[in-house]
């Protein structure tokens, strides 16, 4: 009975340290892991509203892949006072690997979409992955806020030109940036 019960409770101290310390890790780290997550994010909005030095998050309805809306404002350093220059709208909509969680920045200056950045996705390599390249990216830049479509060569004025073995991917970030501009033009006219 002893050669049974001496190894098993040595694994159940073994495994109970392990936990308690994986626990403990854990919880250090969590909070330097949501502040770089939080600093990445600024950072990130910051390439998407350059005008912007402050992101407050706005409570506004959220509808379709809609995660959350920031007002960016620009603070003016002499006389602290900030002004509202645009907004960034994050997107969650469904790829064809799964959630793409990308940001769309709108300058009211300009009322024009200023650009937009994939924050993380799961698309295939070598495939959807070309979200993320900058070419991608300036397609979408300093466009007027109207409905965007996707062709697979020779883009219009208000086209995407879609990721070669990508359509589905391009397809959903262009909804997802279409979903960015009818909130924009819904809310604020």
């Not at 994986?22 to 502040?35: D, H, K, Q, S």
């Not at 397609?139 to 004025?157: I, T």
Request: net charge neutral; proline share 4%.
């Amino acid at each position: 009975m002893n050669y049974i019960l001496k190894p098993a409770a040595t694994l159940f101290i073994t495994a109970f340290i392990i936990a308690a310390l994986l626990g403990i890790v854990y919880n250090l780290t969590l909070e330097p892991i949501a502040r770089q997550k939080e600093k990445t994010q600024k950072a990130t909005m910051g390439q998407v509203l350059p005008q912007a030095s402050e992101y407050i998050e706005k409570q506004t309805e959220k509808t379709g892949s809609i995660v959350a809306v920031f007002e960016g404002y620009s603070v003016n350093n002499t006389s602290n006072e900030s002004e509202l220059v645009g907004y960034v709208v994050q997107l969650a909509p469904e790829g064809y690997g799964g959630k793409i969680d990308l940001i769309v920045g709108i300058s009211l200056s300009d009322e024009n979409i200023i650009g937009i950045r994939i924050l993380k996705h799961t698309e295939s390599p070598g495939f959807g992955s070309g979200v993320v390249d900058e070419k991608f990216y300036k397609q979408y830049n300093n466009r007027a806020l109207v409905p965007l479509g996707v062709v697979r060569s020779s883009p219009g004025a208000n086209e995407i030109e879609a990721i070669s073995r990508s359509t589905i991917t391009t397809r959903a970030v262009t909804k997802a940036v279409n979903e960015a501009i009818e909130w924009y033009n819904g809310r604020t006219r």
